[in-house]
Structure formats: structure tokens, C-alpha cells
């Protein structure tokens, strides 16, 4: 099983340019996340979709923008790429039925922005 | 707002030995969850075990098991057995029950594994 498939693995963009960083996920999954690991900093919250259609901000979306067009997938948009944005991007699943349900990891893209 | 903290950055422990990794939360809630992940140098964040706040009973998952102190607030780590394979990164989670909570990291502890 695929799981959780995030592209690229690694990217770097000069300052001022977009890209879109692409997850998909093969479980059918209606929750998905996208997290931004700092070194020290642990995880952090950008964006969460609780179903196709619907998203919403987490606890540093300034910057990014998602949608959710199919239960599949869930792009994380960066418009204006600024050196704070250099990070690792994870984004993750999960069904959400209850609270304990575990979230599924992809593999992280590293970003840099110089 | 809840909060997670892992206050030690790093810890180190003999191959075949014990090491417990602590971590502390704040929360007004009653009921919740708290998760211990795993991330190896692959990167691949990976569930280790999960407690259920109103859950007594300390989880166990073959060599890990916590030790959870719900009026403390505290929810530590313990690998017994250490093997070179749990060298890693390990994050502590909290999450409140309810539609829509999410999950709330700490910083992490980088485990290093002596062989």
C-alpha cells in the first residue's frame, strides 16, 4: 500500500517564487494535514481538511494556501516563497472517526528558500 | 490552549538498557489522548504507542509502555530493551476528544542508542 505520497522530496526556490507541494493519499482517508517540522521546533500546524470541500487553518497558515477537490488529495500552495518558509513540509492522514485515530505520516519534502 | 513540552533535547542510552523519555501537558480538558511518535532519520513519522486519558491502565506495546500520571500532567516514554533500531527522534501528542481536535506536538528528544 502507497499510504501517504508527498512530492517533491526536496526542493529549493529563490525568494518571491510559488510551487505547490503535492500529497495524495490511498486509504480514503477524510482527514488530511499539513504539518512543517523547524529544526528544535517540533510540528506545527499549517492547514487541515476534514473532508473534500472543506479546509481550515491551523496554527501558522499565513503564507500557504490548500485546497481539497477529492478525498485523495490535498496540495499545499506557497505563493510569494519567503527564507522563513524554509522548512521540512509533512502531510499526513487520518479517518478521523475518533480522536485516538492515528495520523498517517508521508515521508516530508525539505524546502529551502534562499 | 494545550500545550506539550519535552524539556530534555537529548537523551542516550546503552544498547539492551532501559531510558525513559519524559514529557509534560497542559490541558483544562478531562478526556483526551496522548501519543508517542517516532521519527528515524528516514524522516517517516511513525505511531509508537497511544493512552486514552480516562484509560487507567498504563499502554504497553511490546518493549514500550508508558507511564501516565494524569494529575500530574505527565506522560513518559519507556524502551526497554534498547536497540540500535529506536535510535530516532521521538515527539509526544496531545489530542482532545471532539470533532475537528487536532493533534499538538512537543519539540521532540533525539534518542541516541550506544552500541
Known amino acids: 500500500n502507497a499510504g501517504v505520497t508527498q512530492t517533491p522530496k526536496f526542493r529549493i526556490l529563490k525568494i518571491g517564487q510559488s510551487m505547490t507541494l503535492q500529497c495524495t493519499q490511498d486509504?480514503?482517508?477524510?482527514?488530511m494535514y499539513w504539518y512543517r517540522q523547524d529544526p528544535g521546533m517540533g510540528l506545527k500546524l499549517i492547514y487541515y481538511?476534514?473532508?473534500?470541500?472543506?479546509?481550515d487553518k491551523g496554527e501558522v497558515p499565513n503564507g500557504y494556501n490548500v485546497s481539497r477537490s477529492t478525498t485523495e488529495d490535498f496540495p499545499l500552495r506557497l505563493e510569494l516563497a519567503a527564507p522563513s518558509q524554509t522548512s521540512v513540509y509533512f502531510c499526513?492522514?487520518?479517518?478521523?472517526?475518533?480522536?485516538?485515530?492515528?495520523?498517517?505520516f508521508g515521508n516530508g519534502t525539505r524546502l529551502t528558500v534562499t | 490552549a494545550q500545550t506539550v513540552t519535552q524539556s530534555q533535547p537529548e537523551m542516550s542510552v546503552q544498547e539492551a538498557e532501559t531510558v525513559t523519555l519524559s514529557c509534560t501537558y497542559d490541558?483544562?480538558?478531562?478526556?483526551?489522548?496522548l501519543f508517542w511518535y517516532k521519527q528515524p532519520p528516514s524522516r517517516q513519522m511513525i505511531l509508537v504507542i497511544r493512552?486514552?486519558?480516562?484509560?487507567?491502565q498504563n499502554a504497553t506495546e511490546n518493549r514500550f509502555s508508558v507511564n501516565f500520571q494524569k494529575a500530574a500532567k505527565s506522560f513518559s516514554l519507556k524502551i526497554s530493551d534498547s536497540q540500535l533500531g529506536d535510535a530516532a527522534m521521538y515527539f509526544c501528542?496531545?489530542?482532545?476528544?471532539?470533532?475537528?481536535?487536532?493533534?499538538?506536538f512537543g519539540k521532540g528528544i533525539t534518542l541516541s542508542v550506544r552500541p
Open positions: 493512552q486514552e486519558a480516562y484509560k487507567q
Open positions: 490541558t483544562s480538558e478531562s478526556d483526551y489522548y
Open positions: 499526513a492522514s487520518s479517518t478521523g472517526q475518533t480522536s485516538n485515530s492515528p495520523l498517517h
Open positions: 486509504m480514503n482517508h477524510n482527514y
Open positions: 481538511s476534514v473532508g473534500a470541500g472543506i479546509t
Open positions: 501528542a496531545y489530542r482532545r476528544t471532539g470533532a475537528n481536535s487536532k493533534l499538538t
